[in-house]
T-cell receptor
Framework: AQKVTQAQTEISVVEKEDVTLDCVYETRDTTYYLFWYKQPPSGELVFLIRRNSFDEQNEISGRYSWNFQKSTSSFNFTITASQVVDSAVYFCALSGYSGGGADGLTFGKGTHLIIQP | DTGVSQDPRHKITKRGQNVTFRCDPISEHNRLYWYRQTLGQGPEFLTYFQNEAQLEKSRLLSDRFSAERPKGSFSTLEIQRTEQGDSAMYLC????????????FGPGTRLTVL
């Protein structure tokens, strides 16, 4: 069975601080995908990033960066110089790979990030 | 560029009534997914379609839940004999078949069962 754990229920920081959201996953699949989604107060889930299990390169996109470590089954997300607009619930998710594609996502419970001005 | 749309956005019903939700995926996407999200939790996968074929339905919460995608375009999710525990946000997502499973989500339908 697959499982995603986001141990941080809520994080509150002051604007411009850096913040890291933790994600630990469990899977028996050798090929799998990891994702981060953002859910702002409006409610619609926004895709942020996908990472394949065979690609452990870290990725940076503007103020966002992701650290994938298979050895510790972690896929952490860092926001540099946080802004109030970053306030949202962030979900880490995992999917396996079956046949010609992957299947339903297994989500963590989310981390509520509050950026105070 | 039209995203995933869902209708209605909100539904209030009385316990025991049947409800049906519609999802229109991104036009070129052949995969369609349904999820349920309750307060304070992440979305929970229910079922998915590739074109009109329902490839996974073991995660549907009970036999009161059913989904269809008759022509491989829009999909409907029906809940029969609703219960108060069915109150939740029902999310639809779509993706392209391929090596990746990048799912794009709609705004959801919020169901309240009185």
């Amino acid at each position: 069975a697959q499982k995603v754990t986001q141990a941080q229920t809520e994080i509150s920081v002051v604007e411009k601080e850096d913040v890291t959201l933790d994600c630990v996953y469990e899977t028996r699949d050798t090929t799998y995908y990891l994702f981060w989604y953002k859910q702002p107060p409006s409610g619609e889930l926004v895709f942020l990033i996908r990472r394949n299990s065979f690609d452990e390169q870290n990725e940076i996109s503007g103020r966002y960066s992701w650290n994938f470590q298979k050895s510790t089954s972690s896929f952490n997300f860092t926001i540099t110089a946080s802004q109030v607009v970053d306030s949202a619930v962030y979900f880490c998710a995992l999917s396996g790979y079956s046949g010609g594609g992957a299947d339903g996502l297994t989500f963590g419970k989310g981390t509520h990030l509050i950026i105070q001005p | 560029d039209t995203g995933v749309s869902q209708d209605p956005r909100h539904k209030i019903t009385k316990r025991g009534q049947n409800v049906t939700f519609r999802c229109d995926p991104i036009s070129e996407h052949n995969r369609l997914y349904w999820y349920r999200q309750t307060l304070g939790q992440g979305p929970e996968f229910l079922t998915y379609f590739q074109n009109e074929a329902q490839l996974e339905k073991s995660r549907l919460l009970s036999d009161r839940f059913s989904a269809e995608r008759p022509k491989g375009s829009f999909s409907t999710l029906e809940i029969q004999r609703t219960e108060q525990g069915d109150s939740a946000m029902y999310l639809c997502a779509s993706s392209l078949r391929g090596d990746y499973n990048e799912q794009f989500f709609g705004p959801g339908t919020r169901l309240t069962v009185l």
